[in-house]
């Protein structure tokens, strides 16, 4: 159950990344970057993965999905980045051809913003997390999720993309994934999966 839940979390961080340039406009908040609606996935299976496999497996997971997650963009910027988004383009995938060649261009800071963001984030997430241990799901999702959503998400986009847009658009981007991101974690969290991940932790309503 513990490798399952990582092997989600680990394949959705890093298909979150490569659609984390990708961006579709979106009422209200201007416009909102696909990699976003999947990252919302991400802080639920990490407390899935907390609850299956613990905290210190937990923290094992969150060093390797940083470690992929700079392998895979470095190797984007220098190596298969460009070829593939060409690929893409030439084959009708205009939207994901754009997010992996701006990926590739912007590489440094892209791997610089996502690393940081995956290490500060998650390890807040998992933190407050454990110390909830005892609550019922509900509130230990909740609760991780009101720090570790607007943390990744200021993180991320200030360091990635500060200078990129203006002042007002950046802001509008960041607002729209905080939201975005803790409605499709709070929707995740109901899913049925959930009375399986929390078998495993004494539980108090």
């Known amino acids: 159950m513990a490798k399952k839940a990582a092997v989600i979390y680990i394949l959705a961080v890093l298909f979150g990344n490569l659609t984390a340039t990708a961006f579709i406009p ?46 895979m963009l470095l190797s984007a910027t220098y190596l298969w980045g460009h070829p593939l988004a060409k690929f893409l383009e030439a084959h009708g995938w205009k939207w994901m051809a754009g997010s992996i060649d701006s990926m590739s261009t912007g590489g440094p800071r892209v791997f610089v913003a996502s690393f940081l963001a995956i290490i500060l984030a998650e390890s807040a997430d998992t933190e407050i997390y454990h110390r909830l241990r005892e609550r019922s799901w509900a509130v230990r999702v909740l609760r991780s999720n009101m720090v ?58």
């Open 26 to 71: 979106f009422p209200v908040f201007g416009q909102l970057a696909i990699g976003t609606l999947i990252f919302g996935v991400t802080f639920t299976q990490r407390d899935r993965m907390h609850s299956a496999g613990g905290r210190k497996f937990v923290y094992k997971v969150i060093a390797l999905t940083a470690v992929l997650t700079l392998a």
């Open 148 to 205: 570790s959503v607007p943390m990744d998400s200021i993180i991320f986009n200030v360091v990635a993309f500060a200078g990129w847009f203006s002042p007002l658009m950046l802001a509008q981007i960041i607002f729209g994934e905080i939201v975005t991101k803790f409605t499709v974690s709070a929707i995740y969290a109901i899913l049925p999966e959930k009375k399986e991940a929390v078998a495993a932790e004494p539980r108090r309503v």
